[in-house]
């Protein structure tokens, strides 16, 4: 099976070149097709799409845009639509996730792209979604109107299927011409996304280029740094810091970098009705999408003095991930992948012979690690790919001081616990800087119009320009009503 | 067996002239025997995951210690205080905690070294002249790369050998002199030290638009990497310059492979093409495994190694390392230190959360 990857409009696939990546799971394999361009072909393209935008995205207004997406997006929900038959049928080959966990994930997420979730997503960041449309009253006095970039470039990283859509839906929103790098793990949604829109509106497609270089090469991506007026990255700390300092001054720069997730159990919780579908949920959240992606929990706190004790929540919790290898296999791992799990599950193991307070359940060859630890633990990463700690706290305020520390890298947590518990933490997990509070098992699935690290999606994206009452009110002396 | 007598078998062990996987095997359970009676976190860790003296028949099925754990368990059959000497690691990982070798004698050690280093490295010469490129014993007393390169100068350097790394770091008018010397003697000459050490060497002479072309028979050893102690440079264009610069052929040029948790060092024949087959002498055998299962792969599959050093007797002899590699004919070719960083998506992953964390 051959797929090309990206979405290239005005150039033709013979003029350009292409790079073969492999891809194989499931006993099957996938070679797709990436573009190279040079670099005449990559300003060529830029000033193309970037023209594109002016002459048609940004003059059509938000809700028809809105409806477009819609479509497009109901023919990915379509599971006879050939393009979501495609998607089930490569995705899982592509990223090693199983099918199984392919199908769900994306019907869950393109869920949060049909025209009421993004009406929702646009009132989130604007009080008045009309504003990227028309002047509208501001409420100081005088006019506003909000401007997208005419060049937005995404530089996407990551294997979770699909990811990509979330900022190029953004980008097409706030009416930007976009161009998005896709990642080597997974370069395929992206560009089929922009092919459904080419077929609903051709225009709108126009205004849009799905882009590929390896990551690192600062020669080809430094050629859509400079044609590009804001960057959105998604990356490591080292990846977007030279991104940065490659990227013009005057370009805005929105860096996404990589981020560590977690839970907390409050002992309400913990009864033995509560506590196994509870640790099912948590266990789900550990499995989707094998703790890829930033928002999945690496660690969880539990309080002590439920009827279920920290202990025996981890055992639940393991046998649930021990059920979910059955129905939800994990996907094959590279050389590298395996020894991040095996040196983090072997570090604790030494760890464990200090004495009696901290517990490797599982064998070393299941497909999972639970540790469950008895003193108070620092946040750290696990060793990702179905590895968790689970750490026993005498009061869920006594995670705040273990959390804390690591600000720049909080953002999404899970909490079980009633409502005044809730809010009164949630309070404390702000402060410590944690942007995403939601419950088990939702961990993976953010809902629409989320703030994704805590920023505006959209209001990151545009600038503001003001009619000031002052030129509102001059005008008037200049009207042909004018006394 | 007391510590006297399995010292006294492993030198004499090693004066074999090899070993037959049966001979290997013997030594092999005698010394996981031995670990297993005196060194106590290594005996929990072995029965926790079934091994103990009564189930283990194989050389292949004594547990391997994952690297990290000399750095968080004291892994010694002795008392650490009755160590002769304790070799450290640089630390560079993991908050600064250092792993820990603990050697009750280096008698082990140096006949390990010696007969290794000679048949590999001086390859039939009784001595060469030697510049050492590495700090020497008393500036880094718990290294053992320093240990290790004042034994091979001491017993393998001709007169006129010196060390040229001081307090003051490169000393390169002392250096260039000696190159000089040597180059218009016609003796050949060889430099050995930390593979970073070469590269500042390497940009120093082309500051100054040095070059020689040292005697035929000369030779250079380089270990370590570059461990974020000089710019990185690929193996090709490592070796290239050294060539070009020093007029040492790749094919002189040798790459030891050690690690402050094993007593034997591993080998290549010449670095003219890259990666070259690194092997060890017949005290120390290497598997290629699954990290996770810790099951041996068929060769011809990358996977992690771990090294059975009957030398290291003192500490544990088989360590799960964390460097790729991929067994085949005569050795295994080595591919560096596994490394995640490209598979993670947008999740976190230890190292780069732990350097964060430190600021």
Known sequence: MTEFAGHLPGLSAAEVEWRVLDFAAWGESVQVSVPLLTEPQGCALAARIRENARAYLKTLPVAEIVSTIDKAVARLLDRNDPWRRKAEAVLPVVTGYDPETVRLGLSGYLRTFRAPQLQRFLAEDFVNPGILDAFQPAVKGGFTRAYGPELLLHVWAGNVPGLPLWSLISGLLVKAGSVGKVASAEPLLAGWFARILAEIDPRLAECLAIVWWKGGDAESEQVWLKQADTIVAFGGNDALAAIRERAPVTARFLPHGHKIGFGMVSAAALDTRKAAPLARLAAHDVMRYEQQGCYAPQMLFIERGGKVSPREFAEHVSRELAGFARTHPRRALSVAEAAGVAAWRNAEEMRAFDGGSRTVLGDAGDPWSVVQVEAAEALAPSGLNRTLKIVAVDSLDAVMPLVAPFRNFLQSAAIAAAPAELFRIAGLLGEAGVTRISAFGRMTAPEAGWHNDGRFNLLDLVTITEIEQSAEFAAEGFAPYAD | ?359
């Not at chain 2, 082990?108 to 700090?135: C, T």
């Not at chain 2, 040292?214 to 060539?243: C, H, N, V, W």
């Open chain 2, 1 to 359: 067996m007391t510590e006297a007598e399995i010292i006294e078998a492993l030198l004499a062990f090693i004066d074999r002239d090899e070993a037959s996987e049966a001979a290997f095997e013997r030594m092999a359970l005698a010394v996981f025997a031995y670990q297993f009676a005196h060194n106590q976190p290594y005996r929990r860790f072995a029965i926790q995951r079934g091994r103990t003296t009564l189930t283990v028949r194989n050389w292949r099925d004594i547990p391997a210690v994952p690297i990290t754990a000399f750095k968080d368990l004291t892994l010694s059959c002795c008392p650490p205080e009755a160590a002769e000497r304790i070799f450290m690691t640089s630390g560079t990982t993991q908050g600064g905690v250092k792993g820990r070798s603990y050697h009750p004698t280096l008698s082990v050690y140096d006949r390990s070294m010696l007969v290794n280093f000679r048949q590999r490295f001086m390859q039939g010469l009784a001595r060469i002249e030697m510049g050492i490129l590495f700090p020497d014993e008393q500036a880094m007393p718990n290294s053992s790369l320093a240990h290790y390169l004042s034994l091979a100068k001491r017993d393998c350097g001709a007169p006129g050998s010196a060390g040229f790394i001081g307090a003051d770091g490169l000393d390169l008018p002392r250096l260039t002199a000696a190159l000089e010397r040597a180059e218009a003697a016609g003796q050949p000459y060889a430099l050995l030290g930390a593979s970073y050490s070469f590269v500042h060497l390497l940009d120093a002479l082309a500051a100054q638009g040095r070059r020689f072309v040292l005697p035929e028979g000369s030779r250079i050893l380089d270990t370590g990497g570059f461990k974020g102690q000089s710019r990185e440079m690929g193996a090709d264009a490592f070796y290239d310059a050294l060539s070009a610069v020093l007029g040492v052929p790749r094919s002189r040029c040798i790459n030891m492979y050690g690690m402050t948790e094993l007593s034997t060092q591993f080998y290549d024949d010449g670095n003219a093409a890259c990666p070259p087959v690194k092997s060890g002498p017949h005290w120390i055998r290497s598997r290629v495994v699954d990290p996770v299962t810790g099951r041996d792969l068929p060769e011809g599959t990358t996977g992690v190694l771990v090294h059975h050093d009957l030398a290291h007797f003192n500490c544990v002899s088989a360590i799960l390392t964390e460097d790729a590699g991929v067994m085949v004919e005569g050795g295994f070719r080595l591919f560096g230190r596994v490394d995640g960083a490209d598979s993670r998506g947008c999740s976190l992953a230890v190292e780069e959360f732990l350097k964060a964390a430190r600021g």
